[in-house]
């Protein structure tokens, strides 16, 4: 029993990696900046790097990640359904996560 490092299988794993998307963070980053701009209760809450990057994280911990490997035709009608099914819970958790966060900001106001 020898492991052979040369026969070991490799995955290329920048050449993945660039073709793995989620497409919840897409959606997500979308989501908060027309939630940003429309709703005025936020008008006033800070914006900086290191909120927004709370803000998000916040939300992609809450909700379902979303990769989609297929070929680009059916990849557009898969995230338009994706986007019906996940819409109100994103904006929603959205919504809770920009709350906490302006809230209690990880820095002083
Ligand atoms: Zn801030």
Known sequence: MTTNKSDSFKIDESSLKN?????TEVFVL???????????????????????LDITSYT????????????????QAKLIEFEQQVN????????RA???ISKNPRHDK
């Open 19 to 23: 073709d793995l998307e989620n497409h």
């Open 30 to 52: 979308d989501k908060l900046e027309e939630i940003l701009n429309n709703d005025e209760q936020f008008n006033e809450i800070c914006t900086c790097h290191n909120c927004l």
């Open 60 to 75: 992609l911990n809450r909700v379902p990640a979303k990769y989609i490997s297929s070929p680009q035709g059916s990849l």
């Open 98 to 100: 920009i709350k906490i």
């Open 88 to 95: 109100v819970d994103i904006i929603s958790v959205l919504t």
